[in-house]
């Protein structure tokens, strides 16, 4: 018997016996038994005995290949390549013979697929499968997002003739245009009617639009990449495509253990990683925060360990710079490479992240190359740069013990922010304080290059007590810590709310000069001492007078209470005794009298009362 075999491809496997027996079994169900077959239809190493008559009357693929090889007594058809295999045929050849079957989402871009590689056409019989597919795409799966997304999965093994058939395309756009319908839905739903009567969007009521999110997680990354771009055709929120895009990594990262893992991934992995990674930093929406921060750090961190391409690599670092507020100090902290003399985190793309979010107002000339909105760049803000300056500090004292970390980087990470963005230089004493004790053969001049970093000024009372006594720090700078020290300390003095006599004004600074003088005749080590003492001295001096002021305060206090018990003019005389006892820096006429006879005029005591109220 001659066969004839339609070459259309690569074949498929050929099934066992037992698969054979099984498939024939279950076409006894719809195929005519009275009638003999008379030809035999192969389908991916499957055997379907059918009939001539029901294939040709539908199939114009069939009917031409039983036409031309009409002299060879054809009695054997291989059908290579056919979409969904040998499910799709099976369906196919119900069709032809009649039998009902249901059209659902689940089999209809197969059928349509199938359908087109048979040319199972209007040319052949009305009401083909290639229009009734069609109809129920257009009439019922385009009408629904879960449909279409459902739809949109299934062409990824019908590729590329889902796609020249525009079956792919429609459900992306259809997914698109549902999701936009619906957030504008979920917006009408939230508004209200204020009391004044104005219209407005309630922000505490849940919105509803955004269910699709979950939907879309199970489309491969070529269609989940298309359908994220027609949102964003259409205006979908940049918030909800950010939410899809974490949504959709989270469930990537199931379904790939070694994504976003810190370890090296081996070569198979690698490629297909990268091209995911790469491809979801490209769909991230331009507006700010749309994504959260972590996110994006977790993001950078695959980058780096894949090795993608340094667009993808800069793009993530000018998104991150241009938000860098909202990071944390375990974002900061992207392990490196690893490799021999290196250091333990990447110090070097925090550093041009810094510098990225630093210059932001020189970065209106970039929008364009970077993808932002114009709109969406400014400087940072002084709130925004406090922040950050914390979050260097914190960064700088955890790297600082690693012994690989150059004195050149840590430098200039710590000088890169400009110094009004720090109000207290603690954080940034602390972490050059560890940097030190972890580098101790650091020489001379580099410790200095470090201090340079530090504003005195603007140590706290507790830093500077402890950086003057600090031995890691050179000699310079301990003096200066404490000559800044003494300073504060007179400055508390003078604007005491009881100046001193202007004896003991005129005595501190002439000691303030003298000492001046002295220290720059004497050598750092005994200037040094000379600071401490008059240090000690100073505060001292400024214990007393707070525990003067408590006094009076103390005294200022029972007069109210006297006041308010019993009537002014029997008080009188007990708070002008008062007032002569507590009054130590300005002698009240009471104490000036020399006779102890003579009273004090009622003007005298309104005078003394309203000085101390």
């Given amino acids: 018997m001659s066969s004839s075999v339609e070459r259309a491809g690569v074949g498929s496997l050929q099934p066992s016996r037992s698969r054979q027996q099984l498939q024939k079994r279950r076409l006894d169900d719809w195929v005519l038994l009275d009638v003999p077959s008379d030809i035999t239809i192969e389908v991916s190493g499957t055997s379907f005995q059918l009939h001539k008559f029901p294939l040709v009357s539908r199939s114009g693929r069939i009917r031409k290949l039983i036409t031309e090889l009409r002299d060879a007594d054809v009695s054997r058809i291989e059908l290579l390549n056919l979409p969904g295999g040998t499910e799709s045929f099976e369906m196919v050849a119900k069709f032809c013979y009649g039998v009902n079957f249901e059209i659902t989402t689940s089999n209809v871009a197969q059928l349509r697929c199938a359908s087109q590689y048979l040319e199972m056409t209007e040319d052949y019989a009305s009401e083909n499968l290639v229009s009734r597919s069609e109809a129920y795409l257009d009439g019922v799966v385009c009408q629904s997002l879960e449909m279409s997304v459902e739809v949109l999965q299934k062409c990824e093994s019908l590729l590329p003739l889902a796609e020249e058939l525009r079956v792919v395309g429609r459900c992306v756009d259809a997914i698109a245009s549902k999701a936009c319908t619906e957030q504008i839905a979920s917006s009408f739903s939230r508004l209200e009617y204020s009391s004044s009567g104005r219209l407005h969007m309630n922000k505490q009521a849940k919105a509803t639009g955004d269910w699709w999110i979950e939907d879309l997680s199970v489309l491969q990354i070529v269609f989940y990449q298309r359908v994220v771009e027609a949102m964003k055709c259409r205006g979908v929120r940049p918030e909800s495509i950010g939410a899809s895009l974490v949504n959709y990594a989270e469930k990537l990262l199931k379904r790939k253990p070694t994504f976003w893992n810190e370890q090296m991934p081996g070569p198979s992995a690698s490629c297909e990683e990268k091209m995911l990674v790469e491809t979801i930093s490209g769909l991230l929406p331009v507006e700010k925060l749309a994504v959260p921060m972590n996110f994006l750090f977790g993001l950078l961190r695959s980058v780096v360990m894949l090795d993608c391409g340094m667009a993808c690599r800069l793009n993530l670092e000018r998104r991150i710079g241009s938000q860098l507020e909202m990071a944390s100090l375990d974002d900061l902290l992207i392990p490196s490479l690893q490799h ?132 890691r720090l050179p000699l310079q700078a301990m003096v200066q810590v404490l000559y800044i020290e003494q300073l504060k300390l007179r400055n508390a003095l003078s604007c005491s709310p009881h100046n001193l006599s202007h004896q003991k004004t005129s005595s501190y600074r002439s000691m303030h000069i003298s000492s001046g003088a002295l220290s720059a005749a004497m050598s750092p080590r005994d200037t040094y001492a000379s600071l401490r003492r008059e240090n000690r001295e100073l505060k001292l001096e400024l214990s007393r007078m707070r525990v003067r002021l408590n006094d009076l305060e103390k005294g200022h206090a029972c007069m109210k209470e006297d006041m308010e018990k019993c009537g002014s003019r029997k008080l009188m005389n007990s708070i002008s005794r008062k007032i002569g006892r507590l009054n130590i820096f300005v002698r009240s006429p009471f104490v000036a009298s020399s006779s102890p006879s003579k009273t004090p005029q009622s003007g005298d005591h309104k005078v003394t009362t309203t000085r101390f109220d």
Avoid: W
């Avoid at 979010?357 to 970077?370: I, K, L, N, T």
């Avoid at 909105?373 to 740069?385: C, F, M, N, R, Y």
């Fill in 340 to 471: 021999p003399g290196e250091t333990m985190f990447d110090v070097d793309t925090v550093h041009r992240i810094l510098v990225i979010f630093s210059q932001q107002d020189d970065s209106d000339s970039e929008d364009g190359e970077s993808g932002y909105d114009s709109d969406g760049v400014h400087p940072p803000t002084q709130t925004a740069l406090a922040k950050v300056g914390k979050l260097i500090d914190g960064y700088l004292a955890e790297i600082a013990p690693d012994a690989n970390l150059k004195l050149a980087k840590f430098v200039v990470i710590a000088d890169t922010l400009p110094g009004y963005a720090r109000t207290v230089d603690d954080g940034l004493y602390r972490a050059i304080d560890i940097y030190l004790k972890a580098h101790q053969g650091l020489s001379d001049l580099e410790r200095k290059r470090l201090c340079k970093l530090i504003d005195f000024h603007k140590l706290s009372e507790e830093a500077s007590a402890h950086a003057a006594q600090n031995e």
